[in-house]
């Protein structure tokens, strides 16, 4: 497995004053070998950040990883090389992650030669490979990124993270790049390498569809915490958490017979963060519509279940044995 | 039968490049009505932004250009109108919406002033100016918008930039409203939310609205007609209702494959094969035939274009096979087939057998 455990980070920023809200602030989770595991959320809400805590690009202010049981921040040396390894990134720009004047093959020869891996010729042969598995020609391997298409760039760095043999990779919005004919190309190889390898996913993506489509697991991120987490299909038919359901109902279907009513009226533009929210309230409590008043005065923590949701007033039932959160 | 405000016909344009002449607009027709809203759809590179800013003249140039086809403002071609006078249609009568609210707003000038220049400039004289503003942010549901005057680009949300970008454009009155993938930047609540918004303004204020996007999900959701481009040219038109249902053309059904992630009997999901063809160097026939499922069986499709031919009410499709699934019924369609090029069976037949 691999598992993220209260991960916390804050970004120091030039503008703030005080103490700056945590980018992440008590995240964990866990991915296990051959199973996608998904972490939805919109833009800016902690999804990146925590991918880079989980591959080591950065640093957990607390918070532990842990791979295959161990921790990582206990490693040094050659073993942290080693296990590093074991969990590699593909990022979401596929044209931005790419050097322009270096050739697709030599991106994808590149962490085979940092970590000196093999020879000349045998990184040559393995490049090849990796090329084939991924779908792309040997021909592809002299081309420069601006030569290939969008779904060809994504091909190569999902050839580059394979290239040190993970047994995890990190997805960071690996298609929403990409037009939905291309998508499904490339979410057909990655199921197809997950087959083949048993690698675990963490897929990070705002698109709730290709997560409903691809993953077995979901956890939903607000504003760096988790509000709800569970089995997707579990999640995507019985939402806890207002903020889940919120997230839900405005993906578009397409389906015109599903069209939501029209408007009779200017549909407001809601203020995220009012003047004198409380660090200790439900970060979801100004735009919610249950929020009552002790969501403004007690963070909601998560019970601890196989589908569970940081909310005091949650949609679903809570089972009549449960006592809930402390009031 | 509404009137067309806006009638866009055999439009073409083109980018002036190193490998010759870019043909992003090949032939584009399809027309506007008031209180309605048409969702041209298609994946990038396939010259919907071309199409959208040909229409109000505003495509640069060099290096673009437009080459031939009208432009009809109730019944006016704008393409013949004297350069001069574009501006004047620009402020009164369309007005455009950009996919990026924050390179589109100005960043060192305030909401206020902003929103005050399209007032000023479009508006018959008289009437304080101040008010005409407030009154056009609370249009575009800014919420408390006296507060917003003084505030800059910088301190919004993107879902208020882009709010602020409506009130300008239809701070002039416009007939026609042209938005160009305006939620594609924001996240879905925030999406939500904006498309809700155009959906209100154009039946309220009687827009014609011409909204390109790329997510079949926002075309379903917002549209009443829908136009599908592929490789500059709009290769079927419909009602949504008959397009979701029956889509006829194999690449609208290809696409609205993709975006229900539908899954063949492997488990995969369903693709289109390779790639959007190279505007500077089209495939010959049928510019989708390279990748069309169909073309394997039917050499008529490598043959003469399709025309585009009526298929329904409301309903016009560019392809020589409409309809027709790919493998397993290659004959069934053959009752629908053009009486133009037809394959010969026997070639037919070796095609399917390469299958
Ligand atoms: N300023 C430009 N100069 C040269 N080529 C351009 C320019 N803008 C667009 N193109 C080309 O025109 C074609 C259509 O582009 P565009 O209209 O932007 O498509 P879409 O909006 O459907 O993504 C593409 O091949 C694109 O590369
Ligand atoms: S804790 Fe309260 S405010 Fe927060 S999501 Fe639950 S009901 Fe809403
Ligand atoms: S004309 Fe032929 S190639 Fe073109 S879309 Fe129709 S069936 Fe496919
Ligand atoms: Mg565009």
Partial sequence: ?327 | MVEDVLRVIDLRAEFRSARGPVKAVDGVSFSLQPGRTLALVGESGSGKSATALAIPRLLPDPPGRVTGGQVLLRGRDLLELDPDEMPRVRGREIAMVFQEPASALNPVMTVGDQVAESVRTHRRPGGPVRAAVIEALARAGVPAPEKRLRQYPHELSGGLKQRVLIAIALACGPSVLIADEPTTALDVTVQARILDLLAYLGRRLGLALLLITHDLGVVARTAERVAVMYAGRVVETAPVGRFFRSPLHPYSRGLLEAARMTRDDTGSFRVIDGAVPDLADLPSGCRFHPRCAVARLRAACAGPPPPAREAGPGHTVECWYPGEAAVGRAWAGCARAPAGPRPAAAEVNSRSAGL
């Avoid at chain 1, 040396?77 to 322009?100: K, N, S």
């Avoid at chain 1, 298409?149 to 929403?176: C, T, W």
Wanted: charged share 25%; aromatic share 4%.
């Fill in chain 1, 1 to 327: 497995m691999l598992v993220c455990e209260d991960l916390v980070k804050t970004y120091r920023t030039r503008r703030s004053v005080g103490p700056a809200r945590p980018a992440v602030d008590g995240v964990s989770l866990g991915v296990a070998p051959g199973e996608t595991f998904a972490l939805v959320g919109e833009s800016g809400c902690g999804k990146t950040t925590v991918a880079r805590m989980a591959v080591g690009l950065l640093r957990p202010a607390s918070g532990r990883i842990l791979l295959e049981g161990r921790d990582l921040a206990r490693m040094r040396g050659r073993e942290l090389m080693t296990l590093r390894r074991q969990v590699q990134i593909v990022f979401q720009d596929p044209a931005g992650a790419l050097d322009p004047r270096q050739t697709v093959g030599g991106a994808v020869a590149e962490p085979l030669l940092l970590h000196r891996l093999g020879g000349p010729s045998w990184r040559r042969r393995e490049t090849e490979r990796l090329f084939r598995q991924v779908g792309l020609g040997p021909r592809e391997m002299g081309r420069f990124p601006h030569q290939l298409s969008g779904g060809q760039k994504q091909r190569v760095l999902i050839a580059r993270a394979l290239s040190l043999r993970p047994r995890y990779i990190i997805l960071d919005e690996p298609v929403s790049a990409l037009d939905v004919s291309v998508r499904a190309q490339i979410l057909n190889l990655l199921a197809a390498i997950q087959a083949e390898l048993g690698l675990g996913y963490l897929l990070i993506s705002h698109d709730l569809a290709v997560v409903r489509n691809v993953a077995s697991r979901a956890a939903v991120m607000h504003r760096g915490r988790l509000v709800e987490e569970g089995p997707v299909e579990e999640v995507w038919s019985r939402p806890a958490h207002p903020y889940t359901r919120a997230l839900l109902k405005a993906i578009p279907v397409p389906d015109p017979a599903l069209r939501p009513e029209p408007p009779s009226s200017p549909p407001p533009e809601p203020e995220a963060d009012p003047v004198g929210a409380r660090a200790d309230s439900c970060l979801y409590e100004s735009l919610c519509p249950r929020s009552a008043r002790l969501c403004r005065r007690r963070r909601p923590r998560p019970e601890r279940a196989d589908h569970w949701v940081a909310c005091h007033y949650p949609l679903i039932l809570r089972r009549r044995d449960d006592p809930g959160p402390p009031r």
